[in-house]
T-cell receptor, first 111, second 116 residues
Framework: LAKTTQPISMDSYEGQEVNITCSHN???????ITWYQQFPSQGPRFIIQGYKTKVTNEVASLFIPADRKSSTLSLPRVSLSDTAVYYCLVGIETGANNLFFGTGTRLTVIP | GAVVSQHPSRVICKSGTSVKIECRSLDFQATTMFWYRQFPKQSLMLMAT?????????EQGVEKDKFLINHASLTLSTLTVTSAHPEDSSFYIC????????????FGSGTQLSVL
């Protein structure tokens, strides 16, 4: 059973910032939060990982509030090529139960 | 980043035959690998966890005699779909957890299996 909850779908226009939130109320103390992107007929691709506060890389930012019960993936200025399904996973190390994928969020970028 | 190589990317076979899918971690050691299957427009479903040198752990509802998993080395795991039937047609994805960076999971590119 997935331990995360995300919106099933989102639409955005090109050039806009997109924020996708994942709820993980039962996150454990040692759990990291990891986001993946999946295109059709491909395996998921690692985007970003964080433990608390804010993490930024060349692709995205990850915002994690103090209670860590949720996280928000922020994609700046999306393009058509960002159309994909985005998944969050919590606690990859701590147990097989954490490897169940939730529904993910299907992001559609509109021209 | 770490690379997981999965082969073949696509296979078409006749009903009743067996198909082997390979998953290799190319630049890191993976004591644990995971196998998923994914149907169109659906999320990934965890099938089994394979640990190097030991028997795989299968999730509920996954037949271990149909989906044979071997994890003979720190860089190779194989999934064999035995006596495949059309209902086994799916997208199969492997993933590997880095032995040293256990919070990171890397995925293969997937194998589209079509059973006629």
């Amino acid at each position: 059973l997935a331990k995360t909850t995300q919106p099933i779908s989102m639409d955005s226009y090109e050039g806009q910032e997109v924020n996708i939130t994942c709820s993980h109320n039962n996150i454990a103390t040692n759990d990291y939060i990891t986001w993946y992107q999946q295109f059709p007929s491909q395996g998921p691709r690692f985007i970003i990982q964080g433990y608390k506060t804010k993490v930024t890389n060349e692709v995205a930012s990850l915002f994690i509030p103090a209670d860590r019960k949720s996280s928000t993936l922020s994609l700046p200025r999306v393009s058509l090529s960002d159309t994909a399904v985005y998944y969050c996973l919590v606690g990859i190390e701590t147990g097989a139960n954490n490897l169940f994928f939730g529904t993910g969020t299907r992001l559609t970028v509109i021209p | 980043g770490a690379v997981v190589s999965q082969h073949p990317s696509r296979v078409i076979c006749k009903s009743g035959t067996s198909v082997k899918i390979e998953c290799r971690s190319l630049d890191f050691q993976a004591t644990t690998m995971f196998w998923y299957r994914q149907f169109p427009k659906q999320s990934l479903m965890l099938m089994a966890t394979s640990n190097e040198g030991s028997k795989a752990t299968y999730e509920q509802g996954v037949e271990k005699d149909k989906f044979l998993i071997n994890h003979a080395s720190l860089t190779l795991s194989t999934l064999t779909v035995t006596s495949a039937h059309p209902e086994d047609s799916s997208f199969y994805i492997c993933s590997a957890r880095d032995r040293l960076e256990r919070e990171k999971l890397f995925f293969g590119s997937g194998t589209q299996l079509s059973v006629l």
